[in-house]
């Protein structure tokens, strides 16, 4: 089997390249320059690279290497994860573009979890401790970063509840459509750039529950599924009973 390529990129690495812009990014109101002014985002600028294209299978970085860069997704999917003493993988959440990934080595100063790409995807590079001194002068870069770490734990506190499958893939679903829309796609169709196993080990269930479930979603009407093509036939429906999750992270 073909061994994925490590494509660890930080601020001085030659695939960090001065290309990208915050002040002229579609993703700038889901990134880290929410909400900031013209100014700002120009001094935002001085600070992002934008990485070169990575593909199926490349980690971004892996557990252990050294912390010295938050990433925000630009394009592509990503999957984070840990893998147990045992060789168990542990899927540990999915990141669109505009979101970032990389908090959690934050204290540790050190990665405790792996990055890699599922799609061709690229990455903005934000140096922490560049982004720290701006963070000091424009406080609504801190505040976006303690706001984005927070909801990280507020979707791992949620999966360990005790929900059904149903409520768990219904809640998968619809956090998707959301995500989705807030990136101004379709918030009824869209394909599942993550295996059907990746999606089971992030929901904690079994990848034969999934199926089931997914097939009987289908049968009930709430979806219709072609390979990773998913429509959301009746979302209604699908809030209704994912809400009791949808209640935990409000």
């Not at 999915?94 to 799609?119: C, R, S, W």
């Not at 303690?146 to 768990?168: H, K, N, P």
């Not at 009930?220 to 599924?225: A, E, F, N």
Request: proline share 3%; charged share 25%; net charge negative.
């Amino acid at each position: 089997m073909q061994t994925a390529r490590l494509i660890r990129i930080d601020a001085a690495h030659p695939k960090a390249r001065p290309l990208a812009a915050c002040s002229s990014c579609s993703l700038a109101n889901l990134c880290l320059s929410t909400g900031l002014g013209h100014d700002e985002l120009e001094q935002m600028d001085g600070l992002v690279k934008r990485s070169e294209p990575m593909h199926e299978g490349d980690h971004l970085y892996r557990v252990g290497d050294r912390f010295d860069a938050v990433y925000a997704v630009r394009s592509g999917t990503f999957k984070t994860y840990t893998v147990d003493s045992e060789g168990r993988e542990h899927v540990l959440g999915f990141h669109l573009p505009g979101e970032l990934m990389g908090l959690k080595a934050i204290y540790p100063k050190q990665h405790i979890t792996n990055a890699v790409a599922l799609d061709t995807a690229t990455v903005c590079v934000l140096p922490y401790a560049e982004l720290t001194t701006l963070a000091t002068h424009i406080p609504s870069i801190q505040s976006q970063l303690v706001r984005l770490m927070s909801r990280d734990l507020a979707e791992a506190v949620t999966l360990a509840g005790d929900y059904t499958a149903e409520e768990r893939l219904a809640a998968f679903l619809i956090g998707l459509s959301r995500r989705y829309t807030q990136r101004g796609f379709s918030s009824s169709e869209f394909n599942l750039s993550m295996s059907r196993r990746d999606i089971a080990n992030y929901l904690r269930l079994a990848p034969e529950t999934v199926s089931r479930v997914f097939a009987r979603f289908e049968k009930d009407g709430l979806i219709s599924v072609d390979r990773r093509a998913v429509t959301l036939l009746d979302a209604e429906r699908l809030h209704g009973i994912a809400q009791c999750m949808e209640d935990m992270q409000a």
